[in-house]
């Protein structure tokens, strides 16, 4: 059998296997509430949050579909033009066209130009946030994250390009086997090693002072099986007004952490039903089962990127000679930024499912479906959230069930 053929068989074992997975682990069962249900919710959702929450919504709307769009286009004109081939050449000439230069120095003049089209979008809705006071950050610190965001960038990006075109350079019929390993590995390295080293990057932890509280939610941890070792408060009011807590690091390290936000705007009641809610995803394992579809995915998504290398037509039009070559970059890019909004919606359909059922967690864990429900309400004013966006955005970008689902779900 030929490489490519091999990459055939690989690929249906692959979407064999995620769709298993996906079908058995996924919680599918979990309630979901009726029109009956949502209808009746919506009615305890004050009036003022919900127009302020559309409000915000609709603002927030052309910088959404702005960044989406060039989000979408710029790569396709890079990938379906020679437009990116000459770019990568043309930055390689000092380097005498070597293939790792063209692969680094191409990757990152190429990033910044996704970077640079993206910024106005950016930049938009970092005024409409702070208009709504929900961004605390000056352009200076708003500056200063997205520095530090495209240095983290840079880094990882290099490492992915530079080990891609290592692999397409060293082994041009094979690499989608050894990329495919290596593409399952960096999902599986970027969900769990990559969170506790960057978190300190962009916050401060402190550990939440001795008190009822910690007491309390140290004891909730423990009952639900799965012991702390720390309850941390992050300083996330240096950049938002934005509610949010969650457990991270694996068996002896975890630990909650709470926004500093949330200690100040919410009571106890309220700070146990999201930890609970946290809880909830740690102990379904959640993130793992994230990982493992992340992983299947995206090693089946280099092998079909081998695959889609063989159409020649394809390459002629991007003016390159292999898919593996540096000078195709542009190309690649357009796959991925095709592949990522026709998966999106699947993978925001997972996530509502797995929120629904960590929320199922916390009402059980708590035992107090009225506090859970208090707490809906108030992330839904304090996040000036659409506590029930238009169904079309919903199933495109919705990473959770909406306020009135989940106020549903609770009753
Ligand atoms: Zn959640």
Redesign the pocket.
Do not use: D, I, L, P
């Given at each position: 059998m030929t490489p490519t053929w091999w990459a055939v068989v690989a690929l249906v074992a692959l979407g064999i296997v995620l769709t298993v997975a996906a079908v058995t682990l996924v919680p599918w069962r979990v309630h979901s509430p009726t029109r009956a249900e949502r209808a009746a919710a919506l009615a305890d959702v004050p009036a003022g949050v919900v127009t302020r929450g559309r409000a915000l919504h609709a603002a927030l709307r052309p910088s959404s579909y702005g960044s989406l769009l060039v989000g979408l286009v710029v790569p396709l004109l890079l990938g379906l033009t020679p437009a990116g081939a000459r770019i990568v050449v043309w930055v390689g000439q000092p380097f005498g066209g070597h293939w790792l230069a063209q692969a680094l120095v191409g990757g990152l003049v190429i990033m910044m130009m996704l970077w640079l089209v993206a910024l106005p979008f950016g930049a938009w809705r970092h005024t409409v946030l702070r208009d709504y006071g929900l961004s605390t950050q000056d352009w200076g610190g708003w500056a200063a994250d997205l520095f530090k965001g495209s240095a983290v960038g840079a880094v990882i990006g290099a490492v992915v390009l530079g080990g891609f075109y290592t692999l397409t350079h060293l082994a041009p019929d094979w690499w989608w086997a050894f990329g495919a390993v290596g593409a399952a590995a960096v999902v599986v390295l970027l969900s769990f090693v990559f969170p506790v080293l960057v978190e300190p990057v962009f916050n401060t932890f402190t550990p939440m002072p001795a008190g009822p509280l910690r007491d309390e939610l140290r004891t909730m941890a423990a009952r639900d099986g799965m012991p702390v070792r720390d309850v941390l408060v992050a300083d996330a009011s240096r950049r938002t007004t934005g509610l949010n807590a969650y457990v991270s690091g694996l068996g002896r390290t975890r630990r909650i952490v709470v926004y500093d936000t949330l200690l100040r705007e919410a009571p106890p009641g309220e700070v146990r039903s999201v930890v609970a809610?946290?809880l909830g995803?740690t102990k379904d394992r959640d993130a793992e089962l994230a990982a493992l579809l992340g992983a299947i995915g995206a090693a089946a998504a280099v092998v079909a990127l081998y695959l889609l290398g063989q159409w020649g037509a394809l390459l002629r039009r991007a003016g390159v000679n292999s898919i593996g070559s540096p000078t195709a970059m542009g190309l690649v890019l357009a796959a991925v930024a095709v592949a990522g909004l026709v998966s999106g919606p699947a993978q925001n359909l997972v996530s509502r499912r797995v929120?629904a059922r960590?929320d199922r967690h916390a009402v059980r864990l708590t035992g107090d479906s009225a506090e859970f429900a208090a707490m809906q309400l108030r992330l839904a004013e304090v996040n000036i959230t659409d506590v029930h966006p238009p169904r079309i955005e919903y199933l495109l970008f919705a990473t959770?069930p909406d306020t009135v689902e989940r106020l549903a779900a609770a009753r």
């Open positions: 809610h946290e995803h929120e960590a959770h």
